[in-house]
């Protein structure tokens, strides 16, 4: 297991009968890191959250079934998501933070901004789900499948632990863009903790379940993967940050929303893919810092 930054913590909570990993730490105004599919806290921001932890006081927890957050048999999705974040908060004593979200975290912070937008002081959204429909990969509609997605996920893991890390590079630049240098974003630490993810138990029922509850015919044809005629609503000042060449969620979605948000602001990362804030972190932490503390 990594150690965190000095100036951060990783400890464990209780939350009711959910036992939940979080990173935390600094001083000053809260912001709150919400991580995407696949991921946990102290992966997705490993290389902004000490940065923002010099002014702030900041919280990254592991959504339930990833990390090192327990995993249990839920019905898992951007409402269940969003509820956890609400009790997260409260359980926290926080009663408004800023809220960044990436690609599904992004969509989380959107629904929790439209929810209660009194817990939300300010808004950051990173390549986030829900800003138009994305360019779905023929690999996420197969895991919708019984058994076929089972076995896709046991396949991922044996490549995990197997696969040189070279070819596992290569297949994530397909995937989420070849923007920002791979083999530091996908250094040896993170390796191990992808390895560590995707061996604990229950894993990889929670990441099943969480696409088959996005991609669903149901699903795409319903307002989740575009909330553009919601936006107008968002009390909050946003910050839309976003890699040029996600091949996932096209800078398409990131304009037009923000031409959508009367008090919105648009950085767009160049030669950054899917995750601008591992590809490029001193641009996006810059980004990050000047929005948070105008």
Do not use: C
């Amino acid at each position: 297991m990594n150690r965190p930054p000095k100036t951060l913590h990783a400890g464990m909570l209780q939350m009711g009968s959910l036992r939940v990993h979080h990173m935390h730490g600094g001083r000053g105004t809260p912001v709150l890191f919400i991580h995407g599919l696949g991921s946990s806290g102290y992966m997705e921001w490993r290389f902004n959250l000490e940065f923002a932890a010099a002014r702030h006081r900041v919280y990254a927890p592991d959504l339930p079934g990833f990390g090192r957050t327990e995993k249990p048999r839920a019905r898992y999705g951007v409402p269940y998501f969003t509820r956890f974040i609400e009790r997260y908060m409260e359980d926290r004593g926080l009663r408004s933070a800023a809220v960044v979200g990436a690609s599904l975290g992004g969509r989380v912070a959107l629904e929790l901004a439209l929810r209660h937008p009194k817990l939300v002081r300010k808004l950051v959204l990173v390549n986030a789900l829900g800003l138009g429909r994305p360019n779905l990969q023929l690999s996420y509609g197969l895991m919708t499948l019984p058994r076929v997605g089972e076995a896709f996920m046991k396949f991922a893991g044996d490549a995990v632990r197997l696969a040189p890390q070279r070819v596992i590079r290569r297949v994530a630049a397909r995937y989420a863009g070849s923007g920002g240098n791979l083999s530091r974003t996908m250094d040896d630490d993170y390796f191990t903790n992808l390895r560590e993810l995707y061996a604990a138990d229950g894993y990889p029922d929670a990441y099943l379940a969480t696409v088959r509850s996005l991609v669903t015919p149901k699903a795409l044809l319903a307002a989740d993967y575009d909330m553009s005629r919601r936006l107008s609503e968002l009390k909050a000042p946003v910050q839309i940050i976003w890699g040029a060449d996600d091949p996932l969620f096209p800078v398409a979605h990131a304009a037009r929303a923000h031409a959508l948000i009367a008090r919105s602001r648009l950085a767009v990362l160049e030669g950054a893919g899917h995750t601008p804030q591992a590809e490029r972190p001193e641009e996006f932490n810059r980004v990050l810092d000047n929005f948070l503390s105008s």
